[in-house]
């Protein structure tokens, strides 16, 4: 339900700056994004995945876990990647009052601005549930939220074989935002395979970037 509705929003009432599904600016490009990290035995073989193959993404990363790897964030964003804010300890947003959910953006944001000198404008609600308020308190923070156009489903801990046929048989298209997840191997077996065959379509692996 929320897909259709939220696509409903993005198309008749909500500029991306605001609210942000897919970003169809720049052809043949793609957007992968990866939620639920840093976790360092992961990340970083993820990181290596993608500069091998000189591609590019969003790591949406918890405060928590920021905090027991910054030097990983530091990496990231050295490496060109964009960094952007999935909350500090993962709740569900919809069961929070306004005051705790700009808690968890916040202490995440700083803990960001801390490590690389750079305010954040990007945050994507754990488990994509959005709600107006939301919306509303990410405009006054002046952060644009980000949900996902493809979705791999790797939370399934399918095999990798599954996700890569997904994307197969139902290919991506120019401007989608891929959600993945930096916390299991799974997105870098699924993505060993899955970067280099859309690359030989012609698209370009890109990160969000900062307005």
Same mark, same amino acid.
């Given at each position: ?104 953006? #916040? ?77 299991? #191997? ?26």
């Amino acid at each position: 339900m929320f897909s259709k509705i939220s696509y409903f929003i993005r198309s008749t009432l909500l500029p991306n700056r605001l609210f942000l599904i897919n970003d169809n600016k720049t052809p043949k490009s793609l957007y992968l994004t990866f939620d639920d990290g840093p976790v360092a035995s992961i990340t970083e073989d993820l990181l290596d995945l993608l500069k091998k193959n000189n591609a590019f993404a969003t790591f949406f990363v918890l405060g928590s876990r920021v905090s027991q790897s910054p030097e990983l964030l530091k990496k990231i964003h050295q490496q060109k990647h964009t960094l952007a804010n999935h909350s500090y300890t993962h709740p569900n947003f919809t069961l929070l009052s306004s005051e705790a959910r700009i808690e968890q953006i #916040t202490k995440t944001n700083q803990l960001i601005k801390d490590l690389t000198h750079q305010h954040c404008q990007f945050f994507r609600a754990p488990q994509g549930r959005w709600s107006f308020k939301l919306l509303i308190e990410l405009f006054r923070l002046k952060m644009t939220a980000v949900h996902w156009s493809r979705d791999s489903m790797d939370y399934l801990k399918e095999p990798a074989e599954t996700i890569i046929n997904r994307f197969i048989e139902q290919p991506v298209s120019s401007g989608d935002i891929i959600l993945f997840h930096d916390d299991d #191997t799974r997105c870098i077996k699924a993505l060993d395979t899955l970067i280099p065959h859309w690359q030989s379509q012609g698209f370009t692996l890109k990160a969000l970037e900062h307005k």
